[in-house]
């Protein structure tokens, strides 16, 4: 999958289920169940045990796009890819990943938070700016920072909500990722995994409206 291919799938789907630091058994059984809800673009973060075996496991089936997150080396990002991933997530903007994704060809994520910061990302090839960690009112920021960059693609993760979601979106992001929102960590410890599908299902209809939405060129 393409950068170019990755960004078609996160507008039609707008939304990242993002699993990190469960035990492996738990982490396949938790993301099955927001699978099972609809979410179809996933990422395992390397934080998390046996992440390497969930990104090829999950990246067999065609109608999944998974991802790596937290990736901080050169070497976490070469596994990933021999893993299967087909995009890559940092919390930080490392000019060295971004350069290593492009040339690979796969998406690439890096963190930002200041306006210098996601512009820098931008200019350096990233595919998306992953909006981390996020202000206390997302989509006042987002709007804000689009006003005089309306090129950059961003992607809050950190902080998005189901209560907050869709103004996010509407405020011009190309997508959200949903972490503790979505996989709540005592659910996924007691294996109340019915709880996080119901949970997935009202996510994904709150932002039903945005989804399926044509890229720009």
């Known amino acids: 999958m393409t950068p170019e291919s990755f960004l078609d799938a996160l507008y039609r789907h707008r939304a990242v289920a993002i699993l990190r630091g469960q035990h492996t058994g738990r982490a396949a059984a938790a993301m099955e169940a927001a699978v099972g809800a609809g979410f179809r673009v996933l990422e395992f973060t390397l934080s998390t045990p046996g992440a390497y075996d969930l990104i090829a496991e999950f990246s067999r089936r065609q109608d999944l796009v998974v991802g790596a997150g937290t ?13 299967g991933a087909k995009f890559l997530v940092s919390p930080v903007y490392d000019r060295a990943i971004v350069s290593a994704a492009r040339e690979l060809d796969v ?25 981390f960690p996020s202000p206390g009112d997302i989509a006042a920021y987002v709007r ?10 961003i992607v809050p993760t950190n902080g998005v909500t189901e209560a907050n979601a869709p103004e996010v979106l509407a405020a011009g992001a190309v997508g959200v990722g949903f972490t503790t929102s979505l996989f709540d960590p005592s659910e996924v410890e007691f294996r109340r995994f019915d709880r996080i599908n119901e949970r997935a299902h009202r996510l994904l209809a709150g932002i039903k409206h945005f989804t399926d939405a044509a890229r720009p060129k």
Request: one cysteine or more.
């Open 71 to 83: 990736v901080l080396d050169l070497a976490g990002l070469e596994a990933a890819v021999g893993a």
């Open 107 to 131: 998406a690439v994520l890096p963190g930002c938070f200041s306006p210098t910061e996601l512009l820098q990302a931008h200019r350096a090839g990233a595919t998306c700016q992953k909006l």
């Open 144 to 153: 804000s920072v689009l006003g005089p960059l309306p090129f950059l693609r």
